[in-house]
C-alpha cells in the first residue's frame, strides 16, 4: 500500500518535472518474480553473476543498502571470487553462497528459489546467454552494457522477455550521469526547441585497459587473453577480431532517451565508417614492457582506431557515434544536444540558447546543468557519494532496485537493451560492406508508435 | 632570374619549416599566360568577375597592392558595380573598365588581353562556366568556393586545365588561417603522429544570411531570391531544392592539405545523413517581419538542418564533416585533427599530447599554435591586419598574386577544386539513396600515387 502511495507520488513527481527518468512511458510488464515468493517486496535478495572489478562495486553497494541482501555470486575466477568475498568480511555481512565451478554453474545459482534478481557483469560474450536463461528461471535482470554478436541475439532477449514476463533492467549507467540528467530535464522543458541533431559517443582511451601485466588491472604492461588481468583477459580479443562500434550504449543510452526511442520515435538506419587501425599495436611497440619483439607486436588488430557512425530516426533526427578507445586522448562521451533554439556540448562544456545567450557567443553550461539539476540528484546526491563514476553508479542500482519494490517497468527495458545493443552488429556488418547503410529491427513489432 | 631566385629561396624554406603551403607537392603547370604578353612578372592586371560583397573585398585588397592593377570588373547588378567603383574612388584610383549588360558579358572582360588574371566571385552557378572560359581564354584563374552541381562539371575544370594549360587557384580561404596553418605545422613536424582521423564542418548561423529585407545583407527581414539581396538573392535556394553539404570546402580544404590528398592519399568514399528541415521555416515564422501568414512561411526547405557526412580516404583516415546552416548557434568548423599520439581540438580550443599533456588531461592549445605559428603569418601577420576574415583573406589573396608572379602553380589547384567540389554532389546522392556510400572519381587519374 505504502509502495504504490510512493510510486504515486514519484510519478506524479516526476510527470511535473517532466523528466523522471521512470516517466518515461512503455509497454506494461507482468509484476515482477518476487511476489510469487510471497517475500516482502521490500526486500531483495540479489544473485550477482561475475564478480569481477564491475561485479566487486556493484555488491559493494547493495552491502550498503538495508533493502537488499547478496546471498550468493557467481564467478568462475577464484581470485575475483575472493575478492568478492572479502568484501563482505570488511562490512560483517555473512558470507554468500559462491558458485563457479564451470562456466555454467550460473545455471545453478539461477535455480536458487530465494534469489528474487541477478545483476550480470560477466564478459560480453556471457550477457545474452545469462540473461536469456535468468528471465526463463523468473529472476528479475539486471544486466550489464555491452554491443550484441548479433541481430538474432537481441530478438532473443525480446522474445524470452514477452514469453516469461520477467522484466530486463539494462544497467546503461550513463542515462544517470547529474549532466546527462540535467539535460533531459532541459530537454523535456524544450529549452532545445525541437530537438534535431544529436551526437554522442565513447572516447576512451582504453589501452591500458586493454592490456596489462596479468596482475594489475591497468596501465601495468602489453599484456592480453589468458595472460591478461579483469577486461585485459577477455576485452582485447573483441579489438583484434571485430571492427565496428563495440560499445555505443554509453553514448546511444541517453540520446535514446532524449528523443523517444521506442516511445513514439525509432531508429531507422545506421551507417558506419572504421579509420585504419594503428594505435593498440603502437602502444604495444612503444611501452616500456613491449617492443617490436613482444610476441604481441605481431597482432593484427581489426578494430578501427575511430569507428564513426551515423543514425537516422523515423522522426528526422540525425545521430553521431563515435568509438574511440586505442588513442591516447582526454576521456569523453562527446555529448551535443541541437535543436531548433540551440545546444549543448559536452566537450567545450558549453550551451547555447537562442534568445538568452548572448548573439554567436557560447556561454558556460554549469549554471544551466544547476539549474536544472534533476530532483533525483538534488535528494540523493549525498547518499551516491562514493559511488563509482562520480555516483551515476549509485542511482543505477537505486533505480534497478526500486523499481523491482515498486512493481513497475524498468524506466530501461529490454526493448531498449535490444536497440542499443543491436548498433554493434549493425556497424559491424556496414564496415564490412563498404560503408553501406543498415536498417534497424523494430524490436517493438510496432509498439513503439504508441 | 629573381623571381626563380625567390622561388628556390622560399621553397627551401618551406621544406625548413616542413608546413609551407606552396611546398606541396603536385603536377607541373606550363607557365602563366601573362608571360605571352611580354608584361613584366611583377605586375598583374586583374580582372574581377562579380563584384558583390565579396567580389568588394577582393577589390579592395588588391587596390591596396602595389604590385597588381584591377582594370576590370563584371556585375550584371548595377547597385554592386557601383559600390565596387566607390572603392577606386576612396583609394584615389582611376575607375576600372565595368562590364555587366548581360549575364555573359563576362566574355567581353575575357576577350580583353590586357587582363592577366581573374578572380570570380559570382554566385556558385556560374563559377565553373566562367572558370572554364577564362582558362579557355588564358587568363590565371581564381575562383572562390562553393560546391559543385554534378561530377560532370568537376571533370570538366580538370579536362579544361589539362587541354589550355592554365592554372586555376581554388581560392579557399581556411587554407590559410592562423590556427589552421599552425596546426599543419604541427602535423607536418608530426606532433600527433600518424593521422587516423580528422573532423570538420561548415556550423556557422547563415538564417540571417539567407534572409533579409532586400536591401541590407544581414538580419533584416525574411525576404530571399527576388526580393532578397546580395547572398539572400541567389544561396537560399539552394536550401530550398537541395539536400546535402552544399558547402564543404572550408573544413575539408584544410583536412585534406593535412592528410596530402591528391598527393599521396586520396578520398575513396562518402557517405551522407540529413536532419530533418525545421530551422529555416521556424526563423521565418518567428520573425518579426515574418510570421505564420508571410508568404515565405509556405516554403518547403529541402535541405537537412544538419548534413553529416564521413569520408573514408585510401591511407586509411576517416573524416567527418558537418554542415549545419540553419541552427542558431555559434560559428564552428569544428577542426579535430587526431593520430596516434593526441589530437586538437577547435571547439574547446584544446590540445592533448602523449607524453607532453598531463595524462588524460587536455590542455590550452593557444601555446601551441603561438609556438608553431607559420613563418608566412609571422612575416605577415601585420600587413594581414584588418581584411577579411581575421585576416586570411590576405594571405590568400597574396598567395594568388603571388604564386603567379613566380611562375609556380597554385598551392590549391584544379585538382583540389574538383576533389572538394565533388563533395556536394556526392552527398546529394548518398542522401537521395538512403545514405548509400558513393565513390570519388579520381581527378588525377592516377598521378595522386606520385
Redesign the interface.
Known amino acids: 500500500m505504502s509502495d504504490q502511495i510512493n510510486r504515486r507520488n514519484f510519478i506524479q513527481k516526476s510527470a511535473a518535472i517532466g523528466a523522471g527518468l521512470a516517466a518515461i512511458p512503455g509497454t506494461t510488464f507482468a509484476a515482477p518474480a518476487a511476489s510469487k515468493n510471497g517475500k516482502p517486496r521490500s526486500k531483495l535478495n540479489i544473485g550477482v553473476i561475475g564478480a569481477g572489478m564491475r561485479g566487486q562495486g556493484h555488491i559493494e553497494m547493495l552491502l550498503n543498502r538495508s533493502d537488499c541482501e547478496v546471498p550468493a555470486i557467481c564467478d568462475i575466477d577464484q581470485g575475483m571470487a575472493d575478492s568478492a568475498l572479502a568484501l563482505y568480511k570488511k562490512k560483517g555481512k555473512p558470507q554468500p553462497k559462491v558458485y563457479g565451478l564451470g562456466e555454467r554453474d550460473y545455471l545453478q545459482l539461477l535455480e536458487d528459489e530465494s534469489i528474487d534478481a541477478v545483476l550480470i557483469a560477466t564478459p560480453w560474450r556471457w550477457h545474452s546467454e545469462m540473461a536469456i536463461a535468468a528471465m526463463k528461471a523468473g529472476k528479475y535482470v539486471g544486466v550489464e552494457v555491452c554491443g550484441a554478436f548479433s541481430i538474432d541475439e537481441c530478438w532473443q532477449l525480446v522474445n524470452t522477455h514477452e514469453e516469461t514476463g520477467t522484466p530486463l533492467f539494462f544497467l546503461e549507467n550513463v542515462c544517470y550521469r547529474r549532466d546527462v540528467m540535467a539535460v533531459l530535464n532541459m530537454v523535456r522543458q524544450e529549452l532545445f526547441?525541437?530537438l534535431?541533431?544529436l551526437e554522442c559517443g565513447y572516447q576512451h582511451?582504453l589501452r591500458g585497459v586493454k592490456f596489462n601485466d596479468g596482475k594489475t588491472p591497468y596501465d601495468s604492461g602489453v599484456e592480453f587473453g589468458e595472460k591478461g588481468f579483469s577486461e585485459a583477459k577477455w576485452r582485447t580479443q573483441h579489438s583484434v577480431h571485430r571492427n565496428g562500434d563495440l560499445y555505443p550504449t554509453h553514448g546511444i543510452g541517453p540520446v535514446a532517451q532524449y528523443i523517444h526511442i521506442n516511445r513514439g520515435n525509432r531508429f531507422l538506419?545506421l551507417?558506419s565508417?572504421?579509420?585504419?587501425s594503428?594505435?593498440l599495436h603502437?602502444y604495444i611497440v612503444n611501452h616500456s614492457k613491449g617492443g617490436q619483439d613482444h610476441p604481441n607486436a605481431k597482432v593484427e588488430f581489426h578494430l578501427?582506431?575511430?569507428v564513426?557512425t551515423?543514425?537516422?530516426a523515423s522522426?528526422?533526427?540525425?545521430i553521431?557515434i563515435s568509438h574511440?578507445t586505442n588513442?591516447?586522448?582526454?576521456?569523453s562521451l562527446g555529448f551535443r544536444v541541437?535543436?531548433?533554439?540551440?545546444?549543448w556540448?559536452d566537450?567545450?562544456?558549453s550551451i547555447?540558447?537562442?534568445g538568452q545567450s548572448q548573439p554567436?557567443?557560447?556561454e558556460p553550461a554549469q549554471p544551466y546543468l544547476d539549474r536544472y539539476d534533476h530532483p533525483l540528484w538534488q535528494k540523493y546526491a549525498s547518499d551516491a557519494e562514493g559511488a563509482g563514476h562520480g555516483g551515476m553508479d549509485w542511482f543505477l542500482l537505486n533505480d534497478f532496485v526500486e523499481s523491482y519494490k515498486r512493481g513497475e517497468k524498468p524506466p530501461i527495458d529490454v526493448y531498449d537493451a535490444a536497440t542499443w545493443l543491436a548498433i554493434t552488429p549493425l556497424s559491424e556488418q556496414s564496415i564490412a560492406l563498404?560503408?553501406?547503410?543498415m536498417a534497424f529491427p523494430d524490436f517493438t513489432r510496432g509498439r513503439w508508435i504508441r
Chains 1, 2 share one sequence.
Open positions: 526547441g525541437e534535431i541533431h582511451d538506419t551507417a565508417t572504421a579509420s585504419k594503428r594505435g603502437e578501427g582506431d575511430v564513426t551515423v543514425i537516422k522522426n528526422g533526427e540525425s553521431l574511440d588513442l591516447p586522448r582526454p576521456y541541437q535543436g531548433t533554439k540551440g545546444l556540448m566537450v567545450n562544456q547555447y540558447l537562442e554567436h557567443r557560447w563498404g560503408g553501406q547503410p
